[in-house]
């Protein structure tokens, strides 16, 4: 889509995403402070894992130019709390867009980074992706069956489901 806007993409991931996306002929970034400093506007696309949890640093917003826009509709705590409202206090990103936040849903009338001069919020209305639609209900599918065949996966609580085995 941004191609139809004459916009150049440039990619940065893991080892793996980075490979993959020149496999696939995507522009990727010499490095990771690359990718933060030169590009014009960094739109994050990235599930929540523990691994990528506070994955983008104060120190990465604080490479992007000042006329930046950050862009964040994946998880919000793929940046550490507060760092994001931080950097744009100080001037680097210059704006963001977001539909995530540390805790939803929001009161935005108390919601610094919501009411940032800097910044366009909207609630959290978009994830699905076609990999992460296939994902998500593949994994319910698999909790489902493995609750009807007798043996239910990540319980909180499993000595209930002993209890009515015995009812």
């Known amino acids: ?26 522009a990727v970034a010499k490095s990771r402070t690359a990718f ?7 739109s994050v696309h990235v599930r929540l894992t523990s691994a990528t949890e506070g ?3 104060a120190a990465d917003l604080g490479k992007m130019k000042p006329d930046s826009l950050f ?16 950097a744009l206090n100080s001037g680097r ?3 963001a867009a977001v539909d995530v936040f540390d805790e939803e849903p929001i009161t ?3 919601d610094e980074l919501a009411c940032h001069p800097n910044i366009i919020a909207t609630p959290h209305i978009g994830f699905v992706t076609d990999d992460e639609f296939e994902m998500q209900f593949s994994e ?15 319980m909180l609580n499993p000595d209930i489901w002993q209890v009515a085995e015995h009812v």
């Open 71 to 86: 862009v964040n509709t994946s998880r919000s705590g793929l940046l550490g709390s507060g760092v994001l409202l931080n």
């Open 140 to 154: 319910v599918f698999e909790q489902v069956r493995s609750w009807a065949c007798g043996r239910p996966v990540n």
């Open 1 to 26: 889509m941004l191609k139809a806007f004459n916009m150049q993409v440039e990619w940065w991931g893991s080892d793996q995403g980075r490979a993959r996306a020149k496999a696939d002929g995507h």
């Open 108 to 110: 935005w009338q108390r």
């Open 55 to 57: 994955v983008i640093t």
């Open 93 to 95: 990103p210059g704006k």
């Open 36 to 42: 933060f400093a030169e590009n014009d506007i960094v």
